[in-house]
């Protein structure tokens, strides 16, 4: 038997009949990723599997490093096929890491590959792959298509001119494709210079003369509406733990006024001006209906050298272990208490967030909107079995599992959407085993209730534009 097989991660009849019967073939609504406009709408094709796989999937860095190679085999100038056999050296050597299961899982699904990737098959999978990948079902948008992915939403900056959307929306392509607001780099007041540099950048974008904090908030306004028209439904923040700082108009404008004259701002500054912010970000999203994101809990850049050498999102960030509830729980208040609470979904890096989050959720559930308040699927270091299962029964023990709104690839690859089989696989065998036990009383009950997750909760939760 293949590795990969029909019942892969399936351990009891329960669990083989839920995902066959009720999973496997849901479509897919990839709400939270981070494919390259660009490469859906000029429908980019790959040369190489490198490309396709390992181009810019810090995941894979991360593992070998770990295994001995040196960064020119990650980031670096060495050869695509010396870099692919690098990975092929490595896969052996991921035992027990959720990437062994993901390698597998996309060399059979994209390719129809079964055998094990090690030094071995590596020059032959080499070969395969390539030829294949020039087919049209292997292209950007093929992809998207041989998986049935009726929407994805990618994640954009504020100064996007987002014309690779308009692209794509006259292309007739049948997914869906829409932008998510992410205005992080507006809170990132420190280096002045890099901020002002973004400024400028947001002004021209919205065609408004940036000259003090209210036409800086009209610019960020302007942009939130552009993004409404193009259809984004959603916004995201990446931010290690919320901002609750009270900040008066007043306070944020001087901060606003120093950073803009190039001066650098101090830590509690910072913390002001982005709960300044923040709160102005989840007025407008309630207004707009949208939905807000917000990952919580990542130390971002630990390696300051590497940083230096190679900026950010190359595989230097960990978990972060700092306190997250008291600053969420006030954000989420405030914002309650202006009737300007937006529907959101709230993601944590670290499990021992789990439990406070959804419990703080159950706090903000006002009636208006089945599940209004979402705890986010197992995100980054947390997107592997245990990490999902956590996230599930937490979710389950402190709130509506039948709400949930599923899974997302939150992804810089178009191979990763195996990771929706991944994650059904492990949601079924999780119901399974209760069913099998006797706790739960249906397989249909539940069966329907996991269909609703695949897809049908996100559809009708995020209220995207198809």
């Known amino acids: 038997m293949p590795f990969i097989h029909d019942d892969f991660l399936l351990t009891n009849p329960a669990a083989r009949r839920l995902y066959h019967e009720y999973a496997r073939d849901e479509p897919i609504l990839d709400y939270h990723c981070h494919l390259p406009p660009r490469d859906i709408a000029e429908n980019r094709r790959f040369q190489n599997v490198f490309e396709a796989w390992l181009e810019g999937d810090h995941y894979k860095w991360r593992a070998m490093r770990a295994n001995g190679y040196d960064e020119s085999y990650c980031t670096g100038d060495v050869p695509p096929y010396e870099k692919f056999m690098a990975w092929a050296r490595t896969v052996p050597y991921t035992l027990r890491n959720p990437l062994y299961h993901w390698t597998h899982l996309e060399l059979k699904r994209y390719f129809d590959i079964d055998d094990l990737l090690d030094e071995h098959t590596g020059p032959a999978i080499w070969e395969r792959t390539g030829r294949m990948l020039a087919s049209d079902e292997l292209s950007a948008q093929g992809i998207l298509k041989k998986f049935n992915v009726r929407a994805l939403c990618t994640t954009d900056d504020p100064t996007d001119d987002l014309s690779c959307h308009r692209a794509i929306a ?38 408004v003369d940036i000259r003090n904090l209210s036409s800086f908030v009209d610019a960020l306004t302007r942009r939130h509406d552009y993004f409404h028209e193009m259809g984004c439904r959603l916004s995201d923040h990446g931010i290690g733990a919320c901002y609750s700082r009270h900040c008066p108009d007043g306070n944020a404008a001087a901060i606003f006024d120093k950073a803009r004259s190039g001066r650098a701002v101090d830590s509690e500054e910072q913390d002001a001006f982005d709960a300044f912010l923040m709160l102005l970000f989840g007025r407008l999203d309630a207004q707009r209906g949208w939905t807000k994101q917000l990952h919580l809990g990542a130390r971002r850049n630990a390696n300051s050298r590497m940083l230096e050498r190679l900026g950010p999102d190359t595989g230097f960030d960990s978990m972060a272990d700092g306190p997250q509830i008291e600053a969420l729980a006030t954000y989420l208040d405030r914002l309650d208490r202006e009737n300007a609470l937006p529907k959101t979904i709230l993601y944590a890096n670290s499990p021992a967030c789990n439990y406070t989050f959804t419990t703080l959720m159950g706090c903000f559930q006002d009636g208006s909107v089945p599940g209004k308040m979402q705890f986010g699927s197992g995100w980054w270091h947390l997107d592997q079995k245990e990490g999902m299962e956590a996230q599930l029964n937490a979710l389950s023990n402190t709130g509506l599992l039948s709400r ?60 995207l534009p198809f």
């Open 170 to 207: 006259a292309s007739g392509l049948e997914t869906r494709v829409f932008p998510t607001f992410r205005p992080d780099k507006a809170m990132m007041l420190n280096p002045p210079q890099a901020f002002n540099a973004w400024t400028d950048r947001l002004g021209e974008a919205s065609n």
């Open 404 to 463: 949930f709104v599923g899974m997302l690839t939150d992804s810089r690859s178009f191979l990763s959407y195996p990771r929706h089989e991944y994650f059904r696989r492990v949601l079924c065998n999780l119901v399974g085993r209760d069913l099998e036990a006797g706790e739960l009383p249906d397989l249909d009950m539940a069966g329907a209730m996991i269909r609703n997750i695949c897809y049908a909760n996100a559809k009708a939760y995020l209220d």
